[in-house]
């Protein structure tokens, strides 16, 4: 007797279509969540942190968190007297009636025939530049270098590099939050907060702090914010208080006639530091020439300083927060979407509601099957199922064990115990491809048993004799 052949491997079809992978979640869900997160750290700095240019930074009449009434009440307290101005060129006539601090909280906004003149200043005036850029640096004539920005202003001692402060106004400081932008200057310099003050001494003495939160009305109760902010501002006695509204217009050119804003200091009435169109000595707003509070005699404001000023009407009528909580929002429901639309794992089995036909429902399930890609799952299927139909046929008890199993099919076939308990019980198919050749032969196998009669089952080891054969029928 012959051995019996291997079971017959059916022909793969290659130019079976392979569905795509649904492995995009893996990727998307962490990238997704990380830029949340990135998102959510950049809108919370973007609201925390003030804009210079906004209306209200660090006004001496500004109440809010970003606003500097508190600096301002607390120098009237100190005996400073606080002089608002809104614009450069009162601002500079005041300051040179005689020695005082002329504080400006916003320089980026000045043009730099500005930031040149307003270092020239009374002799024994300070002025104090709140975190210059690098182009008002260079416009004002200053020696001083921006480097090491942080991200938020650190709290830290007056010492710099190990040395002590050498500005006795700032003894009584032992902590401020004043080092958010360092700077780097020659030997003329006298540094503190670790290069995060600077000093340059002259007639006009500049002083430049590379943060604002030591001014705010948000921070100057924290540490010894106060401290250094009174301490810096009330030397002279007088505090000259530049609040500028928006960025300061270009000067005219020599060829259109002189506006009435841009007049000659000398010409402008107030030149002595008394009440003049800008404002008053305790930081009140004075009346306006003209009578009716128009701006410059009764010039009436243009319409298109009435539209720069007036910005998006939608972005104006809400405050910052709800804008902020609008994109929380938004990021929540994207999140709760990536969350829902998750891979919930293999399908499970569960009973149909409704008697529907058998060909349907195995092509739905194997659908199923196919877009989540569950090769493993539908291939222990197809196994369980074919055991299901060879146990009776068999006579075998159900939980029999594997190599019971395949000497009995073998028998009844005549195929090779090993493969058939390969095929019965092997690993899971790991390609479409795999998974129908194992469909098929499973179901060549089956319908190979189903065929041969029990009393026509050869026995397990082919190589030995048949005992059927020769005998009676």
């Given amino acids: 007797m012959t051995a019996a052949p291997p079971i017959p491997a059916p022909a793969r079809d290659e130019t079976a279509k392979r569905p795509p992978r649904r492995r995009w979640h893996r990727l998307a869900v962490p990238l997704g969540l990380a830029a949340a997160l990135v998102t959510t750290t950049l809108v919370t700095y973007a609201v925390d942190r003030p804009d210079p240019t906004d209306p209200g930074f660090l006004s001496p009449v500004e109440t809010g968190g970003h606003g500097g009434s508190r600096l301002a009440e607390a120098l009237r307290r100190g005996g400073v007297t606080v002089q608002r101005e809104t614009e450069p060129a009162p601002a500079l006539r005041a300051a040179r009636t005689g020695p005082a601090t002329v504080f400006v909280p916003a320089p980026d906004l000045l043009q730099p025939d500005t930031l040149a003149r307003i270092t020239r200043l009374a002799p024994g005036s300070r002025l104090v530049l709140v975190d210059p850029s690098r182009r008002s640096l260079v416009d004002a004539g200053l020696p001083l270098t921006p480097r090491d920005r942080r991200w938020a202003a650190k709290v830290g001692d007056p010492r710099s590099d190990g040395r002590p402060c050498p500005l006795p106004e700032l003894g009584p400081v032992r902590r401020a939050a004043a080092q958010l932008q360092r700077y780097e200057a020659d030997d003329v310099a006298d540094l503190c907060f670790s290069a995060g003050l600077a000093r340059l001494p002259g007639a006009t003495e500049v002083v430049v702090v590379g943060a604002d939160d030591p001014f705010r009305n ?197 195929h090779d115990p090993e493969q058939v308990e390969e095929l019965l019980y092997g690993d899971d198919p790991a390609t479409d491809a795999d998974l129908l050749d194992l469909a098929r032969s499973l179901d060549d196998l089956t319908r190979t048993v189903a065929a041969v009669p029990p009393d026509r089952a050869r026995p397990a080891d082919p190589t030995g004799p048949d005992p059927t054969e020769g005998g009676p029928r």
């Fill in 218 to 414: 948000d921070r100057i109760a924290e540490w010894d914010n106060q401290a250094l902010a009174t301490g810096l501002l009330g030397l002279r006695g007088r505090v000259v208080w530049l609040d500028l509204r928006r960025p300061e217009p270009p000067p005219p050119s020599s060829s259109s006639p002189p506006h009435p804003d841009t007049v000659p200091y000398s010409e402008e009435p107030g030149g002595d530091g008394s009440d003049g169109p800008h404002g008053t000595a305790d930081g009140r707003p004075g009346p306006m020439p003209g009578g009716d509070g128009s701006p410059r005699g009764g010039r009436p404001q243009s319409s298109a300083d009435d539209r720069q000023d007036a910005g998006n009407p939608l972005w104006d009528a809400f405050p910052v927060w709800f804008w902020a909580l609008l994109v929380q929002l938004a990021l929540a429901l994207l999140l709760v979407a990536l969350w829902r639309a998750r891979r919930l794992g293999p399908p499970a089995p569960e009973p149909l509601p409704v008697t529907v036909r058998s060909a349907e429902t195995t092509l739905g399930r194997a659908r199923l099957y196919q877009r989540a890609g569950a090769r493993g799952p539908a291939g222990r299927t197809l196994r369980t199922a074919a055991l299901a139909r060879l146990l009776p046929w068999l006579n075998l008890p159900a939980g029999v064990p594997p190599e019971r199993v395949s000497a009995a099919v073998a028998a009844r076939t005549g």
